[in-house]
């Protein structure tokens, strides 16, 4: 129940396609759904943010779309770039817990 | 800002040795975390703290020991390093516990052979 399951574990896009990176999820006392982003030989660091009382949030190019009956979110990159060639994790958290779940990762290759 | 500081960098260590990997945060965070990344695992937590003086087990606490020394501070030590402890180990910390809710913050990592 504590699991996150993200998929794929890879992706491959051309520069301005828009690659779209789920997770699922079974714990419904989960409230709060990051997304981290993490380049090589760095530490992830958070990209965008939601929570199950809205459907979608955008923050620039990277928006989260979340559907709370089927206990799902994912991440989708606009026009993405080079630049945004990374390894990418979803993460579920309840208040009070003081614990992040995160998933598996997916790394994403944008060619030029 | 410093913020997420983990020490050292990269190790080698030879089967049945110890060592202890240091933390510290400067954003005045009350929870830390320790994780270990290896591939196609994600990111998997070893132990936290939510407060300064606690300690709790995460998913993978075995072979493993820490110590919050104080709120900025908190240690990770392998007694008895195995070749299954080859990983990176991430240090991170939040405000977790105060409203609003804050994002967790990651050290650089330490990248840790065990030989």
């Known amino acids: 129940q504590q699991q996150v399951k993200q998929s794929p574990q890879s992706l491959i896009v051309q520069k301005g396609g828009i690659p779209i990176i789920n997770c699922a999820y079974e714990n419904t006392a989960f409230d709060y759904f990051p997304w981290y982003q993490q380049f090589p030989g760095k530490g992830p660091a958070l990209l965008i943010a939601i929570r199950p009382d809205v459907s979608e949030k955008k923050e620039g190019r990277f928006t989260i779309s979340f559907n709370k009956s089927a206990k799902q979110f994912s991440l989708h990159i606009m026009d993405s770039q080079p630049g945004d060639s990374a390894t990418y994790f979803c993460?579920?958290?309840?208040?009070?817990?003081?614990?992040?779940?995160f998933g598996t990762g997916t790394r994403l290759k944008v060619l030029a | 800002n410093a913020g997420v500081t983990q020490t050292p960098k990269f190790q080698v260590l030879k089967t049945g040795q110890s060592m202890t990997l240091q933390c510290a945060q400067d954003m005045n965070h009350n929870s830390m975390y320790w994780y270990r990344q290896d591939p196609g695992m994600g990111l998997r937590l070893i132990y936290y703290s939510a407060s300064e003086g606690t300690t709790d087990k995460g998913e993978v606490p075995n072979g493993y020991n820490v110590s919050r020394l104080n709120k900025r501070e908190f240690s990770l030590r392998l007694e008895s390093a195995a070749p299954s402890q080859t990983s990176v180990y991430f240090c991170?910390?939040?405000?977790?516990?105060?409203?609003?809710?804050?994002?967790?913050?990651f050290g650089q990592g330490t990248r840790l052979t065990v030989v």
């Open positions: 991170a910390s939040s405000r977790q516990g105060v409203q609003p809710r804050t994002e967790a913050f």
């Open positions: 993460a579920a958290t309840t208040s009070g817990t003081y614990k992040y779940i």
